[in-house]
């Protein structure tokens, strides 16, 4: 504040009346911020996270590298399990084209059929074991995944 934003200047006028300056406009805030309740959650939900990581960082630094390592060597499995599996779809397919090709059957039928069939797998039309291919923990398991492949194959 400036020496002429804190004075008064009166007028000569003896009868005048002192006019208190204007008081400043007070920034409005519609946000209040978070209520004391919001806050003691939070501090709570932070203060987990704060000992779940101070947990980690209390253990010798061999111990949190092997369970990095056991993490690394899962994800080296799954990668494998799905280079597999990818390896086995192709192959299935190239079958199916040629065995297509040779019934006179084209490419986009086979392709109508498969959709058809994991559609019908997927409603839970279809829980035949193929012969014993499929085993029942196979069917189990993609009856837990069920709304998720949904996605796939819409």
């Given at each position: ?25 007070k920034p409005k805030t519609d946000d209040a911020g978070p ?120």
């Open positions: 504040m400036s020496l002429t934003d804190q004075l008064q200047i009166v007028p000569a006028n003896a009868e005048a009346g002192f006019i208190p300056p204007p008081e400043a406009p209520t004391l309740e919001e806050a003691i959650a939070r501090n709570e939900a932070l203060t987990e996270k704060i000992d779940a990581l101070d947990a980690i960082l209390a253990k010798p630094l061999h111990e949190i590298l092997a369970d990095r390592e056991k993490a690394e060597e899962a994800a080296l499995a799954w990668d494998r399990f799905g280079a597999m599996w990818m390896l086995s779809q192709r192959a299935m397919r190239r079958v199916a084209f040629d065995l297509a090709a040779q019934l006179g059957v084209s490419e986009q039928e086979v392709v109508a059929r498969a959709m058809a069939n994991a559609n019908a797998v997927l409603n839970g039309a279809d829980e035949v074991d193929l012969g014993g291919s499929v085993a029942p923990a196979q069917l189990q398991h993609i009856a837990r995944h069920r709304n998720f492949l949904r996605k796939q194959f819409k």
